[in-house]
């Protein structure tokens, strides 16, 4: 039987005791809402931003503990960011609110955080049958991950919404897009500020309900153009090294 290390011991108090919030950005949620909401691990804040819901997901999500916050302004990046304006912890994750990926993954993310050892983490995520990530929205996404290998240099192999880093350093990013491209442009920002960018796998599962966004071909070119939208931008010196 192994005993932990006084390093194992004192980054386990450190996770326990840690700020963190998870940002999940809802738009007609109510069917994966309790399952997601159940899985936020103990002492974390889930925030919750209904970018117009006409479900009743906004009171599913208060009555199971969460934190609601509203944005009218409809896009996948506008309430990922108001998400990150309305957090208050230290170390702020990201996590869709549709069932196809779990928030309890994001564990060793904050642990990695935390310890050092990188400034912004992302899911790379692993489909768990054929109907999870269909083939369009996987295409897409490999031809973002190599258009971002040439602006940046970094091989990342997903552009996942499963993510944390520290709030201040991720606000003095500056980040404007607010439709499809947030989550590239996150990375691309940090690129450019020298953050330590890391991935690792996470399980991705079928989601709940129809996409908003890559569900079909049209959703998924929507959100290619304004991906290359962002890989277009030229480098912007905001934001330092966290």
Request: hydrophobic content about 40%.
């Amino acid at each position: 039987m192994t005993t932990p290390s006084d390093e194992d011991v004192s980054n386990e108090r450190e996770l326990v005791t840690a700020s963190v919030d998870v940002v999940l950005p809802c738009l007609d949620e109510a069917g994966a809402l309790p399952w997601v909401l159940s899985r936020i691990p103990s002492g974390w804040r889930a925030l919750v931003v209904d970018n117009g819901s006409v479900d009743g997901s906004a009171d599913i999500a208060r009555a199971l503990g969460a934190t609601v916050v509203q944005e009218e302004r409809r896009g996948f990046g506008a309430a990922c960011h108001t998400g990150l304006a309305a957090a208050t912890a230290d170390i702020v994750c990201f996590c869709d609110c549709d069932a196809s990926l779990d928030p309890g993954d994001l564990v060793p993310f904050v642990h990695r955080i935390l310890a050092g050892e990188s400034d912004l983490m992302l899911g790379r995520r692993r489909p768990q049958s054929r109907t999870a990530w269909p083939a369009h929205a996987r295409a897409g996404n490999l031809a973002l991950s190599r258009l971002l290998r040439r602006r940046t240099g970094l091989r990342l192999h997903d552009l996942g919404p499963l993510r944390a880093a520290r709030r201040e350093p991720l606000l003095a990013l500056g980040l404007t897009d607010r439709r499809s491209g947030y989550p590239l442009q996150m990375v691309v920002r940090a690129a450019d500020a020298g953050w330590r960018i890391a991935e690792s796998d996470v399980p991705y599962r079928p989601r709940t309900g129809a996409s908003k966004v890559t569900g079909t071909w049209r959703g998924t070119w929507q959100a290619v153009r304004d991906m290359s939208r962002v890989l277009a931008e030229p480098p912007v010196q905001e934001g330092a090294r966290p």
